[in-house]
């Protein structure tokens, strides 16, 4: 029987660069934008010779690119030996295959030997892996205006749910074009990994995601999620030959929350095993590590809505943009140390004033309604005359302090990316941000984690959402799908394709 498990993208909304260093603290949401794993047996039946076996079969299949890998793996050591005829460098994926072999490897480490005997019968029938990936993780901008579209939501909410992401080329009958895989910047390798470890750990009975409620993910420490969590960090950081923040695997695995990295000596075994330590004599040290990140459930407060736009002025390579950073803090340490301080306090003081909205929604949900509905309305400088009592300045002063201390986090980064030669939010980002948090019901807007000029994000007040669409399209951004969806991985029901997922269209405002 098959299993699916999806783990949604995420955006990061402070914390860009900071949250490198422990114990910087940084904003991520995790959003609709959900990837899928669908893990089944290759074969019906075990063959009657394949005790003998030392090798059995992977194969893994992206339909969004065409795109069909097999695999051998070793029942000794779990090296995956790809056996694909098609060109071999062009079908691999090093985030699929490490996420098969820390996956087994765990399952075997944690298994008992009856649950082991299992565990090799199942491996034994081989593993059909189908990736899949919400629209809203790949950029389809060139694809609407090479043929003349208009840059609007509705446009992009009917394509087909997992469209060919060979649409990107823009060519029209490239049948032998190399697809271009833009995207969106939202953590597209973490949602995959996450949800093929998810997918397979449970697929093993290793851990059961069925029993998780969807609140549980961040009210218990639940050792299935951490489980999920270690082995997906650790596929992740070998896949990319680095290891991150993992704030992006953190938010697929446990949703919206605060996060704070961890030590990253916890994946110095894992390192080692690239240079030819076998995989079961890490995976022990990488189960019992001190994983020592810091999680605590953060999301928006109520009536306001995340928004993504896609201004198509080009891409951004956050290593590149990270080491510039990092060369310029060593070359300028005094100079950097406070522009890094000052840049910490502006995104603890948007933490507070987030914290601060949603008490007072809780306390006082009537006056934190009437405020929001009625700044919806107006531009910020005229939010103050929309409180006419001391309950509702209190939420008109926490609204304008989050855009103060936005203001402040801008103003920061824009230094740090001038200081280090980098675009953290370029000229033209600049004048989009501006123009977007002038608009009527718009509390602030930004460059999402390392900046550039893949997208903008910005969060509205109540019903403003609309009029932002609109303003957005005049001047060239092509607003998203994305919305903030506060859950981490989980198990479904159905196979995605038979379901015919869509991001999020239930939930878009076209006027």
């Not at 605060?258 to 076998?278: H, K």
Request: proline fraction near 5%; charge should be negative; hydrophobic fraction near 40%.
């Amino acid at each position: 029987m098959a299993v699916v498990a999806s783990a949604p993208g995420k955006v990061l909304m402070t914390g860009g660069y900071l949250i490198l260093e422990r114990p910087n603290a940084g904003l991520v949401l995790s959003t609709n934008a959900r990837f899928y794993a669908i893990v089944k047996p290759l074969h019906e039946e075990v063959a009657p010779d394949s005790w003998a076996w030392a090798w059995t079969d992977v194969k893994l299949t992206s339909p969004q690119l065409s795109r069909e890998t097999m695999y051998k793996m070793s029942l000794k050591d779990l090296m995956l030996q790809c056996v694909s005829s098609s060109d071999l460098s062009e079908s691999r994926n090093p985030f699929v295959e490490q996420a098969v072999q820390y996956s087994i490897a765990a399952a075997r480490a944690i298994l008992d030997k009856t649950n082991n005997d299992f565990l090799h019968k199942k491996l034994l029938l081989g593993l059909d892996i189908t990736i899949l990936g919400c629209n809203d993780f790949y950029s389809y901008r060139n694809y609407i205006e090479a043929r003349g579209l208009p840059l609007t939501p509705d446009v992009l909410a009917a394509l087909p749910p997992f469209t060919s992401i060979t649409f990107n080329s823009g060519e029209s009958n490239g049948e032998n074009c190399k697809p271009e895989v833009a995207k969106t910047g939202l953590g597209s390798s973490a949602a995959m990994t996450t949800s093929v470890v998810a997918a397979l750990l449970h697929y093993f009975g290793v851990v059961n995601l069925s029993s998780l409620d969807k609140d549980l993910h961040q009210e218990k420490d639940s050792v299935d999620l951490d489980l999920v969590h270690i082995i997906a960090q650790s596929a992740h950081c070998i896949a990319q030959g680095k290891v991150g923040s993992g704030f992006d695997v953190s938010s697929a695995v446990y949703g919206s929350q605060r996060y704070v990295r961890f030590s990253p000596e916890v994946l110095s075994s894992a390192q080692v095993a690239i240079e030819g330590l076998p995989i079961q004599e890490v995976i022990h040290d990488i189960l019992k590590g001190n994983w020592d990140h810091e999680r605590i459930k953060f999301s928006l407060p109520p009536l306001m809505t995340l928004l993504l736009g896609e201004p198509g002025a080009g891409g951004s390579s956050t290593p590149s943009m990270v080491g510039a950073v990092k060369k310029w803090q060593k070359s300028d340490p005094e100079k950097s140390l406070e522009t890094w301080r000052k840049l910490s306090e502006a995104n603890f003081a948007l933490e507070t004033q987030f914290k601060i909205l949603s008490k007072l929604a809780e306390e006082n949900w009537d006056a934190y309604k009437s405020v929001i509905i009625s700044c919806s309305m107006h531009r910020s400088e005229k939010w103050m005359e929309q409180a006419s009592r001391p309950d509702q300045e209190a939420v008109v002063n926490a609204l304008l302090g989050a855009r103060d201390a936005m203001l402040r986090i801008r103003s920061n980064m824009r230094q740090m990316g001038e200081a280090a030669g980098i675009p953290i939010e370029p000229p033209s980002q600049t004048q989009l941000l501006d123009a977007t948090m002038n608009m009527k019901g718009v509390l602030l807007a930004g460059v999402p984690g390392a900046g550039g000029f893949d997208a903008i994000f910005a969060v509205s007040l109540g019903n403003s959402t609309g009029n932002i669409t609109k303003a957005w399209t005049s001047l060239n951004v092509l607003q998203m799908l994305v919305r903030e969806d506060p859950h981490g991985v989980r198990l479904e029901s159905d196979d995605p394709q038979a379901q015919q997922i869509t991001s999020a269209i239930s939930s878009v405002s076209i006027e």
